[in-house]
């Protein structure tokens, strides 16, 4: 049972124009959301996240968007840079709002920014 | 910012031979510990999980006989897979946090695991 959900493999966009990442996920008792990026060969990189008490939480070019009420979050990217090219997780906890607890991972999207 | 050294990043070895890899995290006391595996191109599983000075506690269908995991100070955890075979080969990554400081899981670079 996938609890949280990346749908889109793979993204592709210009240099300068904003990325969007999407996850969704099933657990009710979700209350902290993260994004990770990956590298090959590399652990994940913390970028942002977000507690459910929150629907948005932005950090320089990086905005996470939260809609409880659709289980859904996404991570905005803009303008994106080649350097931003990576795998993308998502991931939740349920943790009481804080960032601790075991996370659940989706399955990631792979961004590739084109110069 | 906080840094998790994993060490071994790639191992190659023969089958039946018992693997370690250690854990380490170097500029702050990790309370608890996470082991993850990653299959290609899949997302990360969660193996188990390890606080410091007691067992720890694995997922679901993971065999805690064959992934021996043992965190026995505030900076290091180890995984030890006992009697490897080609289907243990995967990458491993441990990620490491603090309680009581709200600050995410900082991930290791993560071990390459070949069994031939």
């Known amino acids: 049972d996938q609890q949280v959900k990346q749908n889109s493999p793979s993204l592709s966009v210009q240099e300068g124009r904003i990325s969007i990442l999407n996850c969704d996920y099933t657990?009710?008792?979700?209350?902290?959301f993260l994004w990770y990026k990956k590298y090959p060969a590399e652990g994940p990189t913390f970028l942002i996240s977000?507690?459910?008490?929150?629907d948005k939480n932005e950090d320089g070019r990086f905005t996470v968007f939260l809609n409880k009420s659709a289980k859904h979050l996404s991570l905005h990217i803009v303008p994106s840079q080649p350097g931003d090219s990576a795998v993308y997780f998502c991931?939740?906890?349920?943790?009481?709002?804080?960032?601790?607890?075991?996370?659940?991972f989706g399955q990631g999207t792979i961004l590739t920014v084109h110069p | 910012g906080a840094v998790v050294s994993q060490h071994p990043s790639w191992v190659i070895c023969k089958s039946g031979t018992s693997v370690k890899i250690e854990c380490r995290s170097l500029?702050?006391?990790?309370?608890?510990m996470f082991w993850y595996r990653q299959f290609p191109k899949q997302s990360l599983m969660l193996m188990a999980t390890?606080?410091?000075?007691?067992?720890?506690?694995?997922e679901q269908g993971v065999e805690k006989d064959k992934f021996l995991i043992n965190h026995a100070s505030l900076t290091l955890s180890t995984l030890t897979v006992t009697s490897a075979h080609p289907e243990d080969s995967s990458f491993y990554i441990c990620?490491?946090?603090?309680?009581?400081?709200?600050?995410?899981?900082?991930f290791g670079d993560g071990t390459r695991l070949s069994i031939l």
């Open positions: 990620s490491a946090y603090r309680q009581g400081y709200d600050q995410p899981q900082h």
């Open positions: 657990n009710s008792m979700f209350d902290y």
């Open positions: 977000i507690s459910s008490i929150k």
């Open positions: 991931a939740a906890s349920e943790a009481g709002g804080t960032s601790y607890g075991k996370l659940t």
């Open positions: 500029d702050f006391q990790a309370t608890t």
């Open positions: 390890s606080n410091e000075g007691s067992k720890a506690t694995y």
